[in-house]
């Protein structure tokens, strides 16, 4: 990236961290009692489930549905030299068995990635618990899992 562009990619992914950190505090998504309700399908014959969030995720689908739009008509993005594409593109094994992974710690705890870093400016309690337990869970994953190097050469097999 050159010096020209540094900057505004900087600042771009500022104001993109402060829109996210706003919208997790307003949409209560920090708030792990709120999730653990919205998640809690068998609450909704009593009347205790919270459908909520699902509007926190049907605006993410559309801003993402626009902005890939736009981004595909054009050569290069503003403040970067090249798009950032996925990888991987196909459903398999370590994929699966990460989305059942992240789905039960989420489960288990209301709190998400996202919200979590958003929440040290608040600091809970036990959060210092699920942040270690966070980070020694990514290492971990990352010995078990082979990196995408050497799983882009699996896949060339």
Known sequence: MSQTTR??????????????????????????LKVLRFLDFGAVSTGGWDPSLAFVIVAAIGVMF????IGRKRQAPAFDTAFNE???????TPLVAGSV?????????G?????????????????????????????????????GRERRLAVAR
């Open 7 to 32: 900057l505004p990619y900087l600042a771009t992914a500022a104001l993109s961290g402060l829109l996210f950190g706003a919208g997790l505090y307003v949409s209560q998504m920090v708030d792990p």
């Open 101 to 109: 992974l992240f789905g039960i710690g989420w489960g288990m705890s």
């Open 111 to 147: 709190i998400c990635p996202g919200p979590a870093i958003s929440l040290i400016a608040f600091w809970p309690p036990d959060l210092l618990i699920f942040l270690l337990a966070m980070f020694v869970g990514s290492y971990a994953g990352a010995l078990i899992i082979p990196s």
């Open 86 to 92: 996925p990888e991987f593109r196909r459903i398999d």
């Open 66 to 69: 626009v902005a890939i739009r």
